[in-house]
């Protein structure tokens, strides 16, 4: 063997043991490159609520409102609460002045009254010494019964006294104060407004959906617009045509808890049940027509094509053929394709 033989020899050795190497470490780095890494969880079937949100207002119901006023001429004299109190039954709302015809007339018919009384009596005195008859006694027993009726309308329309105090009639809330102190007000004049204390709704505006209707019954969570605490309640009313401004059916939904009246709330409002599997909305790739989610099975990634059914502020309920044993991938799913290698350092055993 030459000299030139054998250098050349181990040098091709040593080039041919480089490259193959090379090549190993080539191979390994694109297998690093086509496994993915993934993040995933237990794949879940289950219920969501399937909810439709309306927005409203808190309010006196119709049929809680009350409207109080005086059947005689007067003014007020002062108010004791203000719009917005709450109030117990019983406790003073305002203090009421008659006007003086009105207190002078309720004098002559108390004097009326008196006057018949004794002459009631006076004639059946008469009577008992014949100096009378059974008609005039009959008549004396009418205008003494016309005088009574007469005096008792007038105290139950303003009381027996010039100044009274006007009471709360139920627990509630003052809604509004109509009046202004110290004006003449004639007989009826509305002088404040008030809600029971469990009358008052939130009235909401709903959008018509005949395949999701909204029925009496319901369940809804009131989420006040400010501050506050989330309240329950349950729909009570819901209205059978459009209102012609909103365009929308109105709705009430009496509270479970306590609401500020004149507050606005976002009602949450329960219509029936979603069923299907529970995906985090991340877990979703799709373009807004076709949907998909991706599961790992024996190492690979497998995509399913799903159809949303609804969805929550995190979670979103879809249909198609997912396998419970197998993991959902939440994290890292936007970078896969079907049949891709994958691995993860926080995979979580499906339940």
Not at 79 to 107: M, N
Not at 174 to 181: D, E
Not at 238 to 266: E, N, S
């Amino acid at each position: 063997m030459s000299m030139y033989l054998r250098f050349f020899a181990p040098v091709t050795l040593a080039c041919l043991l480089a490259a193959c190497a090379g090549g190993q470490g080539d191979a390994a780095e694109q297998g690093d490159k086509v496994s993915a890494l993934v993040t995933t969880q237990p794949t879940r079937h289950g219920s969501l609520p399937e909810i439709v949100s309306a927005y409203g207002t808190a309010a006196p119901a119709l049929d809680a409102a009350t409207t109080l006023s005086v059947q005689a001429e007067g003014s007020v004299e002062h108010f004791e609460v203000a719009a917005g109190a709450v109030v117990k039954r019983g406790q003073p709302l305002l203090s009421f002045a008659l006007a003086p015809a009105v207190v002078a007339t309720y004098r002559q018919a108390q004097t009326a009254w008196e006057l018949a009384r004794t002459q009631r009596v006076h004639t059946e005195q008469l009577l008992s010494q014949q100096l009378a008859t059974r008609d005039q006694l009959a008549q004396a027993d009418k205008a003494l019964s016309d005088a009574r009726s007469t005096l008792d309308a007038l105290r139950k329309q303003q009381g027996d006294e010039a100044v009274f105090m006007l009471r709360a009639p139920y627990d509630g809330i003052v809604s509004t104060v109509v009046a202004n102190q110290g004006d003449v007000l004639q007989a009826g004049a509305p002088l404040l407004a008030m809600a029971r204390g469990d009358g008052v709704v939130v009235s909401v505006g709903i959008e018509p959906d005949a395949a999701h209707p909204v029925s009496v019954g319901d369940r809804a969570n009131l989420v006040p617009l400010g501050s506050g605490a989330t309240v329950s309640g349950v729909v009570k009313r819901v209205a059978g045509m459009l209102d012609a401004h909103t365009h929308l059916l109105d709705a009430d939904i009496v509270p479970t808890g306590a609401v500020v009246v004149g507050a606005g709330y976002r009602a949450d409002i329960a219509i029936g049940q979603w069923q299907g599997w529970l995906v985090p909305r991340d877990a979703l790739v799709g373009d807004g027509d076709a949907w998909q989610v991706f599961q790992v099975a024996d190492g690979k990634a497998v995509k399913v094509a799903v159809r949303i059914v609804g969805e929550s502020d995190t979670v979103t309920v879809v249909s198609g053929e997912l396998d419970p044993q197998r993991p959902l991938v939440v994290v890292g799913n936007t970078q896969l394709d079907d049949g891709m290698a994958v691995h993860s350092a926080t995979a979580e055993p499906a339940k």
